[in-house]
T-cell receptor, first 112, second 117 residues
Framework: GQQVMQIPQYQHVQEGEDFTTYCNSS?????IQWYKQRPGGHPVFLIQ?????EVKKQKRLTFQFGEAKKNSSLHITATQTTDVGTYFCAALIYNQGGKLIFGQGTELSVKP | GAGVSQTPSNKVTEKGKYVELRCDPI?????LYWYRQSLGQGPEFLIY????????DSGLPNDRFFAVRPEGSVSTLKIQRTERGDSAVYLC???????????????FGEGSRLTVL
């Protein structure tokens, strides 16, 4: 069954608005990675979070790993048209070896 | 090459046929993953190699699917008796190290689009 749930499935925003996608699991995660996939492209690595409560920033992007290591979020401030794409979280489930399990993704569209 | 290379980029086959999909990872990357992705879905894990051995093949849907990496570099995903439900983009990714550690990020290829008629 699905071990990593991601919401929302779609998000349509006006350019300049903020955007957040959430990744949740019922089981403890060893670490979590975030990827972006542009339409017609392949997933591209954004960041990796390992520590409980970890927060990392990349320009307008803020990534968080929950204190219990069961959830994560990606927040984009003031979206731009270049942010369009699908954002995936990928989690390493604790005690389940080295396979990365991807969420279903959140597709972001930005209206100029 | 500089990135992960996958061939063929497109494969159209008939139901019941055998197909092979090839992945050439980034030089020096010890970990290699196969995923498949259907339209509007996230990548679905199939198998993960660490070196030559399959560290986890729990995602292979059934015994029609098999993957090898004989020399710890190039990998081939083999699908026997293809079915229409096998149609998807098959993605290969490699990483320098294990996920969760430095160098654990995945570098994906462009994918092989398989269509089974």
């Amino acid at each position: 069954g699905q071990q990593v749930m991601q919401i929302p499935q779609y998000q349509h925003v006006q350019e300049g608005e903020d955007f957040t996608t959430y990744c949740n699991s019922s089981t403890t995660l060893s670490n979590i990675q975030w990827y972006k996939q542009r339409p017609g492209g392949h997933p591209v690595f954004l960041i990796q979070l390992v520590k409980s409560g970890e927060v990392k920033k990349q320009k307008r992007l803020t990534f968080q790993f929950g204190e219990a290591k069961k959830n994560s979020s990606l927040h984009i401030t003031a979206t731009q048209t270049t942010d369009v794409g699908t954002y995936f979280c990928a989690a390493l489930i604790y005690n389940q070896g080295g396979k990365l399990i991807f969420g279903q993704g959140t597709e972001l569209s930005v209206k100029p | 090459g500089a990135g992960v290379s996958q061939t063929p980029s497109n494969k159209v086959t008939e139901k019941g046929k055998y197909v092979e999909l090839r992945c050439d990872p980034i030089s020096g990357h010890t970990a290699l993953y196969w995923y498949r992705q259907s339209l509007g879905q996230g990548p679905e894990f199939l198998i993960y190699f660490q070196g030559t051995g399959a560290a986890d093949d729990s995602g292979l849907p059934n015994d029609r699917f098999f993957a090898v990496r004989p020399e710890g570099s190039v990998s081939t995903l083999k699908i026997q008796r293809t079915e229409r439900g096998d149609s998807a983009v098959y993605l290969c990714a490699s990483s320098l190290g294990r996920a969760g550690r430095p160098g654990g990020e995945l570098f994906f290829g462009e994918g092989s689009r398989l269509t089974v008629l």
